[in-house]
Structures are given as C-alpha cells and as structure tokens.
C-alpha cells in the first residue's frame, strides 16, 4: 500500500454551499483517475489566517478563494504573484511548504480564455471594450484586456468614484463614464462585459440600454445563474456573437488544479455537464 500523501485542495469562502467549484474538480479528480480531494469550507475573516496556516500540515496543496476574502489574503500570503498585485486580489493559492503560502490570480486568465473559446473572431484590436462594473471581477476583466492590447476600456459604474479608482490603477486606456451613459456607449464598443451582478437570479436586472447592440459586438456575461441572461438573450436577438459566465469559472480552475494535482484538466462538454449539476 502506498504512503504516499493524498492532496487535498478546496476552496475558502462564507457562504461557500452555493460554490459549483467542488463539482468541477471532482469531476477533473475522476476523469483522470487521481487520488486526491476538493473540499467547500465556510470560514469566517476572523478565522481566515489561522485556518491558512494550518492547512499544509493537515495535507492541503492549495486552495481556491471566493468573496469576501479574495483581498484579505493577500495580507496573508507569503508571496504575490505580479497579477494578482495589479488586481489587488487572490483567488488561488498554492502552499509551497508548511511556511509558504503563494498567491495568484487566475480570473483574468479564465476571463480571456472563456472569451477566446466562445468568440473565436475576436480581436483585443478591433475596438474599445464596454465594462460594466468595478468590483473585483472588473478589476481582474480590465487586467486582462489591457493586457490583450485593448485600445480603450469604457468603464461605467453605479457608484462613478469606485470606477475612477480602477482608473488611477489601470491608467490612460481606461476612460470613466457614468452610468446613465452606458446605453449611449453599446453602439460604439466592439466588446460589451457585465461584471456586475445585475441579471444573476434573485438579483435585480440590468437596466443599461442595449438599442446600439450590432452584430459586430462580442457580448459576455460573467453571470451564469442563470446561463443565459437577459443580456445575452438581447443580444442574441441583435445578432451578436454571446459567451456566457461559466466559461469563465471553468478556465480560472486550470492553473489551480494543475499546480496542485500534476495534471492540466481539459474543458468539454462533460465539464460544463458537471459544473451545471
């Protein structure tokens, strides 16, 4: 019989019962036949750190971090990848040994892969991006695209002073709008992103504009509950190509799992089929 330890990951959050996280990498851990488990914990921010510290010995090689702690860790970790310092958040983290805890971001990543997957035309070139929001998932969605070589990122928020911070981080290829100007911005965006959480079932529904939707914009949504949004469903209508949220959550596990099981995880309809149970 082997010794050799089974790794453990899981993902921190509170709440974390809704997490469809442990359905996605139980489906991985089976697929390719490795020992190993993920685990949903609800822990509390006063218990956060003490929690960290003691995973390694009980076993864990990483874990994933949901709302609200994302920020609060990088207080906590011994290391900060260059991504996940530009966001100001982590949402994966590797413990490297009992005193080394890494963190990294892999949001944005997940964001352009999903985005590369469903809209395969795509072109970071072929026009401004129109994000809606600024909350984390709008920080880690502007990283990406800056860094695909959008030219220009219209950024609109319910609360304007939250977008003019992301634009003192992100600097002059971001220009701040506020939000009844939304609408009047579809026409001229090659890319439209919901990072809000308007149109997520038992939230209230995105209220911008939507009459300038053409067929020559890319819409996504980073909601997924439900899959198809209103959002998607109007643009749809207008003919635009649409890439729903789950994507999202599916390619922001790979590096993750792949660190902490040895093994880079395919995404196929089977993966989505278990992400949706």
């Known amino acids: 019989m082997s010794k050799a330890r089974i790794p453990l990951a899981g993902v921190i959050g509170s709440p974390i019962a809704h997490s469809r996280s442990p359905l996605l990498h139980a489906h991985w851990l089976k697929t390719y036949g490795i020992r190993g488990h993920y685990i949903p914990m609800d822990v509390e921010e006063r218990d956060l750190e003490r929690v960290l510290r003691t995973l390694p010995a009980m076993g864990f090689v990483g874990v994933n971090v949901t709302v609200p702690h994302k920020e609060k860790v990088m207080a906590i970790a011994d290391q900060i990848t260059d991504r996940a310092s530009l966001i100001g958040a982590a949402n994966t983290l590797i413990f490297r040994n009992a005193d080394s805890i890494l963190a990294d971001n892999t949001d944005g990543y997940g964001f352009i892969e999903n985005l590369k997957s469903g809209a395969p035309n795509w072109r970071a070139d072929a026009g401004p991006a129109l994000v809606l929001g600024a909350g984390g998932a709008a920080r880690a969605v502007i990283s990406a695209l800056v860094d695909a070589g959008v030219p220009e990122v219209v950024l609109s928020n319910r609360t304007r002073l939250r977008a003019e911070r992301l634009k003192e981080d992100f600097g002059h290829r971001i220009r701040v709008i506020d939000w009844v100007q939304a609408g009047s911005a579809v026409k001229e965006a090659a890319l439209l992103v919901n990072t809000t959480s308007l149109g997520m079932t038992g939230q209230p529904e995105l209220t911008v504009q939507l009459d300038g939707l ?35 959550l599916l390619f922001q596990a790979i590096p993750g799992f792949e660190r902490w099981f040895g093994q880079r995880p395919e995404i196929d309809e089977a993966t989505r089929a278990a992400a949706l149970k």
């Open 214 to 248: 053409h067929s020559g914009t890319v819409v996504t949504d980073l909601v997924y509950t439900p899959l198809q949004t209103n959002l998607l469903n109007a643009a749809r209508n207008a003919g635009c190509v649409t890439v729903d949220g789950l994507g999202m």
